[in-house]
Every structure is written in structure tokens, then in C-alpha cells.
């Protein structure tokens, strides 16, 4: 077979362990797969931690990768593949151990990234190349894949099953809640506490909505939890560290909005169709914003690239990243009523 396929494909491998928004970008590629090659099996090896998010999604064969394994943990995928070829591999992540991998995947056709975009020499690793294309979103990268196999359509459907409700009780006054993400996996992203508990005392005072934190178990969102908890001046319902992937995804489905940084609950927020005040100041929000809520974005990253850089946006390498403390502190607490107040207008409850 070469590409594009004339004929849908009898099986493709994807593989993409993580994170928790890459493996959102990755759905809307795994849907449309599903809507227009119906018959092809489709296999993805995927991170144990994600895994958990998506494992009730019906037609797909899951190779879990455990990290925490070390070595044995490739002999295991070894193990799940060796009995397996498949007609194409769609290398789509950039990264030395993904790319050790997709060594383990027997496949006519490897896919991988054009060599202007792949880092951690996957092209070494890919006999095949998607088209290069400029200044995209990570999802419209991502379709590069699909467009390549010869699926020039789009479907932006997630459909993650929410099948473990979280039990939730809102006090008798609020019927609708607003759940603030506070933290990212990388901590320069992260807006400050005095921000945080500020915006959260005027959705509950100015919106009559309860404010509810969510994070998970690690000390800088348990910190940041705790800070915005002494700070604020009104009742809020603080879930970090109490939740499952499941449950979390339950939490935020059920929201009237989420407001985060570029991190996982961002996307998961995107995958279950939950508008976002994303704060956006340390990365590119036109390339890794939440997807579906590009009009709430909170933008402030050509001021941190004019200040770090001497230079605007246009000018700097794509995904250029701000590292700096005092980037997302460009931010200001009216940026995010503001945008609040555009969402309300456009969304009453």
C-alpha cells in the first residue's frame, strides 16, 4: 500500500502516550477515522494514566504503556504487538522513548511529523512524512495524519463516555457552578492565587454561581489550593486531590464554564463541550488554546513575547514558550470578569 490509501486500511496503529490534552487533540483523529473507515481496526498505545480517560471508548484495541515499569515496560508492549502488523503507524508524538516504540510496531507504512516540525530526530524513525504546514493549532496538526491517509474531512467529536458521575451538592441558592482549574503541569503557567480568589468571590457574589477548585495530588496544586482557599471571602467548594479522572471529567461536564491555564482539565473541559476562560500569556493560546473557545481566551502572550523579546508574535519561532514568573501575571483579574461577562451575555443561564 502507499499513500493515500485508495481503499480503507484493514488496521492502523496510533501512538500517542500522553498528556492528558494531547490524547483530547487526538480524539477528533481517532473519530474521524471511525466515521469514514468504519471497518478498519484501529489499535493506539497510549500512557497508563491516560488510558483512564478514554478506556470505556468503544472499537479500539488499547496497548497500555506503564512508564513505571522502566524497561520491562517495553517488553510488555512487546509482548501486546509481536503477533500484530499493521498497514500504517501513526507516529504522533515527538519523543525519544515514542519513537523506541514505534520500533516495536510492525507496520508497512510509519507516519510521523515532516521534518521541519518533528523534534527528538523522529524523522529517523518514520518512513513516511505529513505535509508541512505553518502556524497550526496542535488538533489541525494532528489532521495532518488523516489528511495524509486520504481523509480530507474533519470530525470534531470526543464523545468520552461520562460514566461515573460525581456526587455533587451545591448549596440550596446556587443551581449552576463554575470550576477553576488553577494549576498546569508546568508551573510558569500557573495565574496567581490573589487572581484566582478574587475572580472567584465576584462569580459568587456578581453571578450567583458556586466556585469550585479542582487539582490533583501534587504539592504546587495542593499549595495553590490552599492559598486561593485562604484568600477568597466567600464559600468555595475545593476539590483538589479528591477526584479521579473519571469523576473530573464528570465535574467539568457538568459546569456552566471552567477557567484554567494551558493545561489537561482545559481540554478534557473541550472534550466534553464546556466553554473555557483559558489564561494565556506563557504559551501561543492560536496553538494550544481550548479549542472550541478561541472567542474566551484570555490573550496576553504577544505582550510577554514584546516584553521578553523585544519583538511581536509573528516574529519568534512557532510555539515559543514564555518562561518567566512574571509572565502570567500580565493577566489581570478584569481580563478574566470580562471575558466571564462576554460568556454570560452569550450563554444566560
Not at 479522572?245 to 493545561?263: F, G, M, R, T, W
Amino acid at each position: 500500500m502507499s499513500l493515500p490509501f485508495k481503499q480503507p486500511p484493514e488496521n492502523i496503529c496510533i501512538l500517542r502516550l500522553s498528556a492528558i490534552g494531547d490524547v483530547c487533540h487526538t480524539l477528533p483523529i481517532v473519530r474521524t477515522l471511525q466515521k469514514h473507515w468504519p471497518d478498519t481496526k484501529l489499535s493506539w498505545i497510549i500512557g497508563k494514566t491516560e488510558y483512564q480517560l478514554v478506556d470505556q471508548i468503544p472499537n479500539i484495541n488499547f496497548i497500555v504503556f506503564d512508564k513505571s515499569r522502566g524497561l520491562k515496560a517495553y517488553k510488555d508492549i512487546y509482548q501486546q504487538l509481536k503477533n500484530s502488523e499493521f498497514d500504517a503507524l501513526l507516529h504522533m508524538q515527538m519523543s525519544l522513548r515514542t519513537s523506541f516504540i514505534s520500533t516495536l510496531v510492525r507496520s508497512k507504512i510509519k507516519l510521523g511529523f515532516d521534518k521541519q516540525r518533528a523534534k527528538d530526530l523522529q524523522w529517523l524513525f518514520s518512513n513516511s512524512q505529513i505535509p508541512y504546514k505553518a502556524k497550526q493549532h496542535v488538533i489541525d496538526s494532528f489532521f495532518g495524519f488523516t489528511e495524509t491517509l486520504g481523509i480530507a474531512q474533519h470530525e470534531y467529536q470526543w464523545d468520552i463516555p461520562v460514566k461515573h458521575p460525581l456526587k455533587l451538592t451545591l448549596p440550596a441558592d446556587k443551581t449552576h457552578y463554575v470550576v477553576i482549574s488553577p494549576c498546569s503541569s508546568m508551573a510558569y503557567r500557573n495565574w496567581t492565587a490573589e487572581g484566582y480568589a478574587a475572580v472567584a468571590d465576584w462569580i459568587y457574589t456578581q453571578q450567583n454561581m458556586q466556585v469550585i477548585l479542582s487539582g490533583g495530588h501534587t504539592a504546587i496544586e495542593k499549595e495553590m489550593a490552599g492559598n486561593i482557599g485562604r484568600l477568597v471571602t466567600t464559600p468555595i467548594i475545593d476539590l483538589t486531590a479528591k477526584t479521579d479522572l473519571k469523576q473530573l471529567l464528570s465535574l467539568l461536564h457538568n459546569a456552566y464554564c471552567v477557567i484554567s491555564p494551558d493545561s489537561g482539565p482545559a481540554h478534557m473541559s473541550t472534550a466534553v463541550n464546556t466553554p473555557v476562560i483559558g489564561l494565556y500569556a506563557c504559551t501561543n493560546p492560536e496553538r494550544a488554546r481550548p479549542y472550541l473557545s478561541e472567542q474566551w481566551t484570555v490573550n496576553r502572550y504577544p505582550e510577554a513575547i514584546q516584553k521578553k523579546f523585544k519583538t511581536g508574535v509573528d516574529e519568534v519561532k512557532w510555539g515559543t514558550r514564555v518562561r518567566d514568573d512574571w509572565a502570567m501575571k500580565l493577566i489581570s483579574i478584569d481580563d478574566v470578569t470580562a471575558k466571564f461577562s462576554q460568556l454570560i451575555q452569550a450563554n444566560p443561564v
